[in-house]
């Protein structure tokens, strides 16, 4: 556990209030689970929020038990000594609500029907989990976050706090983002959905936790995988390579690709809710950074603290002119924007498989912000 | 019906002949649909073949009747002054073996239990099909084809013909091919095989004709559609609108690329049967010019024929780099070949959206090997 921040454990902040969402539904009570890494320090002024992506949960570094064998989701970059540095930095990771590791999602109890929500769960948007997020900060007796930083879904919550929470977020590194999810993407997902609501399991959400739309939610999962790889990380990593176990001209032989992508869509149904992947992956088609803005550009002005982006060359899900275009708007206005276009072959994911390419940028912008 | 090959008709040529496929299997007797267009001439020396894509048939142009209002797939490219100009050249084009627009596929009578084939039916590779083809060719009386021609699956085809049938070829003309196909082709196409095999109708293949798992089917062909698209071309297309009938916070609610990409996903279901759809998705999986010679090279060696190829720059199924690998070989060799890649913003796509961007180097080419 050398360089580790060690044993931690998933705490969970009860929020009486009730959050007015975007849809103009109400949300309460909340839960958010939550891990924190390091010491807030006595001006409180070195909390570092980490936002995960769509899949991902609170436990973002360490382990949970001495046997736990794999440590949280981006152990590579928070720990003493690393990027997101505990010696330093006070690091918050809490689980988006919607989502089925602990906080308020598809899963939790509907208080007024004393059922699992299910389909009754409101529709989100990312704007709601960083709400969210701040009830969690008010909680913390934090004032202003130091920095927001995240991938993929996480890099949307970043800019939702530089723009809804300006006076809160001294600083935002939205990485592997997008200032609104392209059609492309929305079409992906939307094949993902259509994958679960054709599996008789599905039953419109309600379905028994102990018999999952397995089928469905395997294929929805490995949509989505393939559109966080690229075509030339599969060619590198499978090539045409034919599965051994299969004869070349068997109906239902597979080629190594087929039989990586099913394997994990299997493993997936195992650690995640159905009706939360539907939730969340509706949240990612809603984004629009620009959304109820006359102008995305409107949006943007809202950002006052300094910004630092990276996107990815070979990133087809959120290609780079849709950071971009943000980046363009930050830097007309004048306002302090690092942005780094990161040469990598492994699509969406390069923000997980490469970090060494960029994270010296974001050691140098935290250390300019001190 | 100016400009029109006018009303044609589809013609069905018998084979007692058993073809040996690649797999060692044999398949007979044998029926291939065709339709030709123009007259073949003393010489029988001005005949080209058409090769259609994967979902494509036989009906290439003219119409089927006075009340047939959409003409044959690839009207805009053949009839009297036109780049495949029927005052000129016989032009021939067939359905594939293995399709179900009249040449033997799965749901064609098994001669040995006098019912449907469906999933007894052989797993077919692109070359025989071309197999199948020169059949018909030998029928027809032609020794040598003027050319070969197709976009897609069809390019297969044409450079099939180039490799395994050199004397009888005169040229060829691959459009948005592809030298094999890639793992991330293949991934596609897993995905949508997955989505059948998912659906409770499919039952391995036996689901009653009238009953076909639209389901399955429909979500396969919408998940292959978008690998036909680009993002740029959805963008230009559907953009983030959504759905006029939907509310933004109906969990339900669709964008407009999702109802599109529904809607031609059920409309593709009442023109296309099932196990059809999945034998063809594996002959592209299988695709390899390569296959059974000792490398590429030596496949490649049997072309001797003049080669044009193109290829589309937002093509993401077949980008250009697979048609650049035949190329670039082929040119090594000294063998007559041009390419062209076409600056398109339309995917897979363009070779069909975009024709006039290229259609003039064939009209060139034609024109030089007379």
């Not at 009486?16 to 939550?34: C, N």
Request: proline residues 5%; hydrophobic residues 40%.
């Amino acid at each position: 556990m050398e360089n580790s921040v060690g044993i931690v454990t998933t705490e969970y902040a009860h929020f009486d209030a009730e959050l007015r969402l975007e849809s103009g539904r109400v949300l309460g009570p909340l839960t958010l689970a939550y891990e924190t890494y390091g010491t807030l320090n006595a001006a409180r002024s070195n909390a570092i929020l980490v936002a995960h992506a769509w899949t991902g949960n609170a436990h973002a570094a360490g382990y949970h038990s001495t046997q736990d064998r794999k440590p949280g989701w981006w152990d590579d970059m928070i720990g003493p000594g690393k990027v997101l540095d505990t010696d330093r930095y006070y690091v918050i990771c809490s689980n988006v609500i919607g989502s089925c590791f602990g906080s308020t999602g598809p899963t939790s109890e509907n208080p007024r029907t004393g059922k699992p929500y299910r389909l009754n769960f409101p529709v989100l948007m990312v704007r709601d989990m960083v709400r969210a997020q701040q009830l969690l900060v008010d909680r913390l007796g934090i004032d202003q976050l130091h920095c927001v930083i995240g991938g993929s879904m996480g890099a949307m919550q970043a800019l939702e706090w530089g723009i809804h929470f300006p006076e809160r977020t001294r600083s935002i590194i939205p990485i592997a983002g997008a200032v609104s999810n392209s059609p492309m993407a929305i079409a992906l997902n939307a094949m993902a959905r259509q994958a679960i609501f054709n599996d008789p399991l599905w039953k419109k959400g309600n379905y028994r936790p102990e018999h999952p739309p397995a089928d469905g939610l395997a294929l929805a999962r490995a949509i989505g995988h393939i559109s966080f790889l690229s075509d030339t990380s599969m060619q590198l990593k499978f090539g045409r390579r034919f599965s051994v176990r299969d004869g070349l001209f068997d109906f239902f032989g597979q080629y190594e690709v087929e039989r990586y992508l099913e394997y994990n869509g299997r493993n997936f149904v195992d650690r995640f809710d159905t009706n939360s992947f539907l939730y969340l992956a509706k949240a990612l088609d809603l984004y629009d950074a620009g959304w109820n803005f006359d102008r995305l550009e409107d949006a943007l002005k809202q950002v006052i603290c300094p910004s630092l982006w990276f996107a990815f060359s070979s990133d087809w899900l959120y290609p780079p002119y849709l950071t971009e275009e943000a980046v363009t708007i930050l830097q007309r206005l004048g306002r302090p924007t690092t942005y780094h276009l990161i040469e990598s072959d492994y699509g969406h994911d390069s923000f997980l498989v490469e970090a060494e390419k960029f994270t010296h940028y974001i050691v140098d912008f935290l250390a300019e912000l001190d």
